[in-house]
């Protein structure tokens, strides 16, 4: 019996073990990282994203429509639509006018030249008004379908200036109101020279210290731009001087000096108080006034100085 002997064939060659690979490391720029800390989810961050892009693109073709002028076509287009429609300015109701003329807020008020109720300007058309000076303040809003509103606060007469032959009525803070005429003038103290109006205030709170003189005051020039002469009703002169302090101090004293001693009214012509430390009295001469005022204005000076001695030695 043969034997028979089976061959193995040889097991092939071991490969060398791969190393494992390594990873790559992936490399995160800055700007993700910046994103990555940010308290927002990335998907928020991107519709952000895209509405300021949105906006922007919208903002520059608003200023390219300005530019070129379609935005104003447009505008145009649209009050003539309203116009047509029949939104119109027809009306205007005029609020709070007592002594102003009515007729000329009506010719500021349909001065516009498109009278479509979308076309009329209220902020522009307040500003046409503030120009007329009886109007304090103003304030104009619609009422559909063809009214204008116009609340007006006026201003109240406080003077009359009289400049350059001219006379006008003006406020207190000196604003002029209109012109007036000799016989139309009202019963106000008339201020007279140039910048006297813008002194008014002033000159209000200067009487202010003496209320028992203000209604006893006729009128009062502005001397130099630096002073005021006062003149009362009864035909005398004070002449204050230079400086709202010393001229308050001045006015305080005289209106002492006449409750004391009743100087207005007794033919004295002018009282000058200009020096502080003087007070000077002028008198009518012989025959200007009769024998019985003058001496009237001696007995007042006289009774001027024993109040002035007898306060300086207290």
């Known amino acids: 019996m043969s034997s028979t002997r089976i061959k193995r064939a040889k097991a092939p060659p071991r490969r060398p073990a791969r190393a494992p690979r390594r990873r ?16 927002i989810s990335p998907q928020r961050l991107q519709k952000v994203a895209n509405w300021t892009i949105g906006l922007g693109l919208f903002a520059a073709f608003g200023l390219v429509a300005h530019a070129t002028g379609v935005t104003a076509k447009v505008q145009e287009e649209w009050a003539q639509v309203v116009g047509r429609a029949g939104f119109q ?4 109701e005029v609020v709070g006018a007592d002594r102003i003329d009515r007729l000329k807020v009506y010719d500021i ?8 109720m979308a076309a009329v300007d209220l902020d522009d058309l307040r500003g046409d008004l503030m120009q007329y000076g009886w109007i304090k303040d103003a304030r104009v809003s619609r009422r559909l379908p063809d009214t204008l509103v116009v609340d007006i606060v006026e201003r109240t007469p406080a003077a009359i200036w009289q400049h350059s032959g001219r006379l006008s009525l003006i406020d207190d803070k000196g ?3 209109e012109p007036v005429t000799v016989a139309t003038m009202p019963d106000l103290p008339l201020v ?5 109006n813008e ?3 002033q000159l209000d709170t200067l009487l202010a210290e003496a209320s028992s003189l203000k209604e006893l005051l006729a009128g009062a020039t502005w001397v130099g ?15 204050l001087p230079e400086g709202e302090p010393e001229a308050k101090a001045a006015l305080a004293k005289f209106a002492h000096l006449d409750g004391a001693n009743r100087l207005l009214g007794r033919g004295i012509l002018r009282f000058d108080m200009r020096d502080p430390g003087r007070f000077v009295l002028r008198l009518p001469h012989e025959g200007q006034v009769a024998p019985a005022k003058l001496d009237e204005a001696r007995a007042a000076v006289d009774a001027v100085a024993a109040t002035t001695a007898s306060a300086e030695k207290g």
Do not use: Y
Not at 24 to 39: G, M, W
Not at 109 to 116: E, G, P, T, V, Y
Not at 192 to 196: D, E, K, L, V, W
């Open 24 to 39: 790559k490391k992936v490399q995160t720029s800055r700007l993700d990282s910046f994103i990555n800390a940010l308290p």
């Open 89 to 92: 300015v027809k009306k205007v």
């Open 109 to 116: 008020a349909l001065a516009q030249k498109d009278r479509s």
């Open 175 to 177: 604003v002029v109101l």
């Open 192 to 196: 007279i020279g140039p910048r006297a």
């Open 199 to 201: 002194q008014s205030q």
């Open 225 to 239: 731009n630096r002073r005021w002469d006062l003149r009362f009703r009864s035909g005398e002169t004070l002449s």
